[in-house]
């Protein structure tokens, strides 16, 4: 609305300044002190990353929530078919191993033939068991979009070079990761049950094992293995920062050995074809992580020479 003096210029109501300012100059007022947050040469303050990392977080957990939500509503797949299946003489890896035991003559190796019995000591236990479940599932299928959300916000970072040696990181750190899942589910966890649920330290004390307690063994052992997998995308790292050297894991790798068959003899059978049978990959990722570390070094090597030789020649001219 406006009001028109005598001498005919136009005086605007202070509600037509009121949406002026808030249509226009305070967005462009917005602008200014957003661009004010940034240094002079266009880099982004500490401000803008905290704010950047934020939204990279939240989108990740977006994620996955929405695969908690989608391993809460198939609760029967989830538990009867993959969480309490290594407990049964039916499953893959308990047949396999029960012929194996017949072929070779090794009764120890035929496991898990007799369920464990689970019990709930709390009303809410079931309840809550569900939803931690739930939760890990969510964190196992959201993996490689998490691991993309952070490795895009870390990316920006790295020089062209240092993109161009990581390319293909994600894919490899999710195949790795499943991977591991994988193994700890279907190797690990029917040897650790065997072992754990019938060990007793006398005939008069009876194994009562509850529910949470049998479930937090399976997803630790699963989710351990899958994070002990990513040990080449690492060592990669580490090499390229120069932390790590494939020198030093030559030097320890005696250590690794003897950690790795201590940690193995422990969750497997009192065999030596189980302790084989856990130890050999876990070794195997060890060795090709210290070729990977070589190969890092390596090529920075190289990249080095190239450029203090092109440093010479222009040096030189």
Known sequence: M????????IVLKTKFYLSLHASIIAPIMAGKSKAK??????????????????????????????????????????FDHIILAP??????????????????????????????ELISIKMSGQFTTHINISLVAGLILAF????????????????????????????MASLLFITGILFGYFII??????????????DLVTNQINVTSYIGSVTSVALSAGVTFELPIVVFFLS?????????MRKYRRHA?????VVAAVITPPDVFSLILVSIPLLLLYEVSIFIAARVIRKREDADAKEAAAEAAGSRK
């Open 2 to 9: 406006v009001k028109f003096h005598r001498n005919g210029s």
């Open 37 to 78: 947050n940034r240094n002079t040469d266009g880099e982004m303050t500490f401000l803008q990353h905290l704010e950047e990392l934020r939204w990279h977080i939240i989108r990740a957990l977006v994620a996955i929530v929405a695969g908690a939500i989608v391993a809460f509503v198939f609760k029967d797949i989830i």
């Open 87 to 116: 407990n049964n003489p039916d499953f893959v890896t308990n047949r396999l191993l029960c012929r194996l035991a017949d072929l070779v003559n090794v009764p120890v190796l035929c496991i898990n033939q007799n369920p464990i």
């Open 144 to 171: 490689p979009y998490v691991f993309w959300e952070f490795w895009s916000f870390f990316r920006p970072a790295l020089y062209e070079k240092e993109r161009k040696y990581a390319r293909g990181a994600v894919t």
């Open 189 to 202: 966890t029917p040897l650790s049950i065997n072992f754990l649920g019938s060990y007793r330290v006398s």
């Open 240 to 248: 390229r920062i120069g932390v790590l050297t494939p020198d030093f």
């Open 257 to 261: 050995i003897v950690l790795v068959l």
